[in-house]
């Protein structure tokens, strides 16, 4: 009898029909820009209202640009960090961090990712930005480090790329900026983000490099890839 009524529940187990699992969906590249030059605060306004206006549905992007000259001041920068600005502008922006400096020559990268949908993190983005920098200078031979006490890659403590974001709606815009060919003077007019004294450094420096648009080329695979891994 015992052996009938286990073979009755084993049949009856076998009629359930399991729920079978969704299969995981494929992630889908972000769409990738190269804008050349472009004004700040033209291209800051664009990125909010991209984001303010984009759905569960809308595809991630990744901007390569440009900007003439200016200062940028995040929400919690102090004025006393913009010393002699002369006549370049100063924005006060929604981003993070202290005052910088962007301009020609310098490779800007504005990452406008839906953070929730990927599941990551402000902290993994940020890791992911930075090593897709230490890689491209691996590339050149060039040994470069990040320090989580103070966010950005540096060369042998110099500066080489900064780090600036804001999430909003749980995605994410501004991005990272990486000295390539710039004129590095207008650094010495502010406390570059807010630590008097520090050293910047550009790529040239360190390695030959063709042109700002040729380094976009070759750098956009490293930071899709290094994005990509952290999804």
């Given amino acids: 009898m015992r052996l009938r009524a286990l073979a009755e529940m084993d049949a009856a187990m076998s009629s359930v029909m ?21 004004g700040y ?23 390569f640009l440009e900007h003439p000259p200016v200062f940028t001041l995040g929400l919690n920068g102090r004025r006393e960090h913009v010393l002699a600005p002369g006549d370049i502008p ?13 301009g020609p020559g310098q490779l800007v990268v504005y990452p406008l990712l839906d953070l929730k949908r990927l599941r ?7 890791a992911g930005l930075e ?20 966010r950005g890659v540096y060369v042998d403590g110099r500066k080489l790329a900064s780090v600036g974001l804001r999430i909003r709606r749980g995605c994410s815009y501004h991005g990272l900026a990486l000295n390539v ?14 630590y008097e004294g520090l050293q910047l ?9 063709s042109s700002l648009e040729d380094l976009a080329r070759s ?12 999804r």
């Fill in 18 to 38: 399991l729920p079978m699992k969704e299969p995981a969906q494929p992630a889908i590249a972000p769409l990738v820009r190269h804008l050349g030059r472009v």
């Fill in 41 to 63: 605060e033209a291209t800051w306004r664009s990125m909010q209202k991209f984001t303010d206006q984009r759905d569960a549905g809308t595809d991630d992007e990744i901007w």
């Fill in 90 to 102: 100063v924005v006060q922006v929604d981003r993070g961090g202290q005052v910088t400096y962007h």
């Fill in 120 to 126: 990551i993190g402000v902290r993994e983005l940020v």
């Fill in 131 to 150: 090593g897709a920098v230490i890689e491209l200078c691996a590339g050149f031979g060039i040994a470069a480090e990040a320090h989580r006490d103070a």
């Fill in 181 to 194: 060919v710039n004129d590095l003077e207008p650094f010495s007019r502010i406390n570059p983000c807010g």
């Fill in 201 to 209: 450094v550009r790529l040239a420096d360190l390695a030959p490099v």
């Fill in 219 to 230: 750098f956009e695979p490293i930071v899709l890839r290094r994005l990509a891994g952290n």
